[in-house]
């Protein structure tokens, strides 16, 4: 079995070198195209627009003429995974007017935990505001037909606070409020306080002191605007408050603001939500410009229509069928991966003049037309029916059920099923018609983190089920039917080999020691791989050999403990035994020199490359690789899963020649000394450095930052946080330092 995982080339580096003497060039092993034509089928035989595109959780959108024909285009940012999707719009006004074109997101700068459009130098073109290093990153949009570009502004927005200028401070977990706010034509900013439940006013004076909107120049205005305040412990609103009592307790970190004039009286109003909960409240403005006054809440968009979305539903305003009438999108924009709604997480509202308000019109916006199995998706290619082509099956995380609040927290239910796609197609053009979304009605076991593997495990000629458990165990459903077509699972045997090979066990049948039995090779959340031997021709015998099989990690150490290793081991057509590994981060890792290496250490080689530039393929984070030559072309395809529960397809293709001048990608680190440390410690800097040090927790809180310039080394003092990892990130002329440290 194989599970692994506009047209960019993509290309896997070279194995394949010449001697000098005979000047040939050195070639990548593998090449890939990014496409969406493979055409995938609905369960009521609907044919996806872009099945491809790669599923959505958490997302906000943003009009944008990407292809300058003077039509609006969407772009999508999702959050669980940092993911930019965009979409061309054909001018339809008759259906879904959009075309997923993945080619456009080249185009854009990083973008991580959130990103605002807003236009601050009045040319007409969306500028970026984005989160980065405890604060905004801003980067301004220079597109001239035909091409589309951004040039970073600042790093770290600044405002003037108590007369002193410092970052304007942005919580990773906050969506802003970007927008005029006074009306004086230039851009100002909402945001909460650093300690929550209070709204502070940053006013842009660009106007008063240049007369144009063209810069950035924010001072702290107004510490309570609108007049109201959040609750400690819930998402109760206060108006009428004078914010006076900061020192007591605060409330959770995490809010979505979005400003716009909903009563029709000339002033802003403010649409809020908040942290695990799934309700927004409009809060209507009766004060003046001048002095913003929050006279009344009322649910939003309607009593009767209420937005309900687990955790914290952020707005967009975009004109989704060319009408040009805005309607209303909503999704949840919490960052915890647990938390939010999945399937069913973008909702779409539209204006009706018979009810004189927004009314419901979809709650699967966009996902209705993509592959989308909920949260944490993997792939697996197998031909399950013996037709001789290769069928889909797509486990998950799970997808969401069901939100309580227990002790006064959010929990958040998801359960975990296998999606099965059946190739209908032909040896050479692969169609995929989804038969059920629960294989093996596995769903009524109420698990969660179900990573499935396919193969002959009892040796009785019938394709079993195994699957990787959240606990690290595995878990055996035996198939008791010879007949494909309707497969019967027996009772689950729960950890049948009694081994634990760590969290979140992902597992792979293949003859990785080529003795014509299936071997089980198992991922896990620490990286690694662990190679369970298969020892007998009639029973199951799978014996742990090691659990760290060829050295494997696929862990990024200076970010994270875990790497959430999931391995695709496959055939090359040399038959040559390779090793594609998804990662937490989202990239694909390569291994070769396994064949007589079961004991060694495999070699990495270079990751994923796009357009001839050393970049690595991210498709979101957990990603989860799925290989086969689906069109029987010589080349294998590959199939990426991701967090937000979608897949991405790469169709193999002819290996380009690797390029001499291609440069390299160093790994960049800064050295810290003592570490571990009780609380003070020292970071040496690189030479000429100026720009910005944050750090941060093991959530992506930033808990200390600054600037720095031409200093050689710096101290630190992290007594007043508790023990625990944290993460240094230094920038500075769009160049990244990273380094860890360990607070004893």
């Known amino acids: 079995m194989a599970r692994c995982c506009s047209k960019g080339l993509l290309l896997l580096l070279a194995a394949f070198a010449f001697p000098a003497f005979a000047q040939a060039q050195v070639f990548h092993d593998f090449g890939f195209v990014r496409t969406n034509h493979t055409a995938v089928y609905s369960n009521e035989e609907q044919l996806l627009l872009f099945p491809w595109a790669g599923g959505l959780n958490s997302i906000r959108c943003q009009a944008i003429d990407l292809n300058h024909d003077h039509l609006d285009d969407l772009l999508v940012f999702d959050k669980h995974g940092n993911r ?15 075309e997923f074109a993945p080619e456009y997101s080249r185009f854009f700068p990083p973008i991580h935990d959130w990103v605002i459009f807003a236009d601050y130098d009045g040319d007409d073109q969306p500028d970026i505001f984005t989160y980065g290093l405890g604060g905004i990153s801003v980067y301004h949009n220079i597109s001239d037909d035909p091409n589309t570009a951004f040039e970073l502004v600042t790093e770290q927005l600044q405002s003037e606070y108590y007369g002193s200028s410092t970052n304007l401070y942005a919580s990773p977990d906050d969506y802003l409020a970007v927008t005029d706010i006074d009306g004086d034509g230039d851009l100002d900013i909402l945001n909460f306080w650093i300690l929550g439940k209070y709204v502070h006013l940053h006013k842009n004076y660009s106007m008063e002191e240049y007369g144009d909107c063209g810069h950035l120049i924010f001072r702290l205005e107004d510490e309570c605007w609108g007049h109201f305040e959040e609750g400690d412990d819930d998402n109760a609103i206060q108006l009428g408050s004078d914010c006076g009592r900061k020192s007591e307790p605060s409330r959770h970190v995490g809010s979505s603001l979005h400003v716009e004039d909903f009563t029709g009286n000339g002033l802003p109003d403010l649409v809020l939500g908040d942290m695990d909960f799934p309700n927004l409240i409009l809060l209507e403005n009766g004060g003046t410009m001048e002095d913003a006054q929050m006279t009344a809440q009322l649910p939003f968009p309607s009593p009767e229509d209420p937005i309900q979305l687990y955790s914290m539903p952020v707005l967009s305003f975009v004109d989704i069928d060319n009408n040009g009438f805005m309607e209303i999108l909503a999704s949840p924009a919490a960052p915890n991966l647990d938390k939010s709604q999945d399937l069913n997480s973008v909702w779409a509202y539209r204006y009706s003049t018979e009810n004189n308000r927004y009314v419901k019109i979809q709650e699967d916006f966009l996902q209705d037309q993509m592959i989308d199995v909920g949260s944490g998706a993997i792939p697996v290619l197998y031909d399950w029916d013996g037709d001789g082509r290769t069928d889909l099956f797509v486990g998950n995380y799970g997808s969401y059920d069901s939100s309580v609040y227990e002790n006064g927290f959010l929990t958040s239910h998801f359960t975990s099923s296998i999606a099965y796609f059946h190739n209908t197609g032909t040896n050479e053009v692969p169609v995929f018609q989804l038969e059920t979304s629960d294989f093996g009605n596995l769903r009524q076991w109420g698990k969660v983190a179900l990573a499935p593997a396919l193969g002959d495990v009892d040796r009785d000629g019938i394709t079993d089920l195994v699957c990787g458990e959240k606990d690290g ?24 080999t009694g081994v634990d090979v760590g969290d979140y066990a992902v597992p792979q049948l293949f003859d990785l020691n080529r003795d014509g039995k299936n071997d089980l090779l198992v991922g896990n959340r620490r990286g690694r791989i662990a190679y369970l031997q298969n020892h007998t021709e009639q029973q199951m015998d799978f014996r742990l050999v090691t659990d760290t099989l060829g050295s494997v990690d696929v862990r990024n150490a200076e970010i994270s403990y875990f790497g959430y290793c999931v391995p695709c081991f496959f055939r090359h057509p040399s038959q040559e035994t390779v090793l594609f590994c998804g990662t937490e981060q989202g990239h694909i890792v390569y291994y070769d020199q396994i064949d007589g290496n079961l004991g060694g250490t495999f070699r990495q080689r270079e990751a994923f490359l796009i357009d001839n530039t050393r970049e690595t393929i991210r498709e979101g984070i957990r990603c989860a690789p799925a290989v086969a030559d689906l069109n029987q072309d010589g080349y294998v395809d590959l199939i990426a899963g991701n967090w937000a529960g979608g897949l991405s397809f790469f169709e193999g293709a002819t290996p380009l020649p690797v390029s001499a001048e291609q440069p390299l990608c160093n790994k960049r680190t800064a050295s810290v000394f003592p570490n571990p440390t009780t609380g003070l410690c020292t970071v040496k800097l690189p030479e000429n450095t100026c720009g910005w040090l944050c750090i941060t927790d093991t959530f992506g809180r930033a808990v200390l930052s600054r600037a720095i310039c031409n200093e050689q080394q710096i101290s630190l003092n992290l007594s007043p946080l508790p023990s625990g990892i944290y993460v240094g990130q230094i920038r500075s002329n769009g160049q990244w330092w990273f380094f860890k440290i360990i607070r004893k």
């Open 84 to 98: 930019l999707i965009p979409f061309l719009n054909n001018g339809s006004t008759d259906h879904l007017p959009f």
């Open 473 to 496: 165990t595995l878990t055996l459903f035996r198939n008791l039917s010879a007949d494909p077509a309707v497969p019967f699972f027996a009772p689950p045997v729960e950890n049948f």
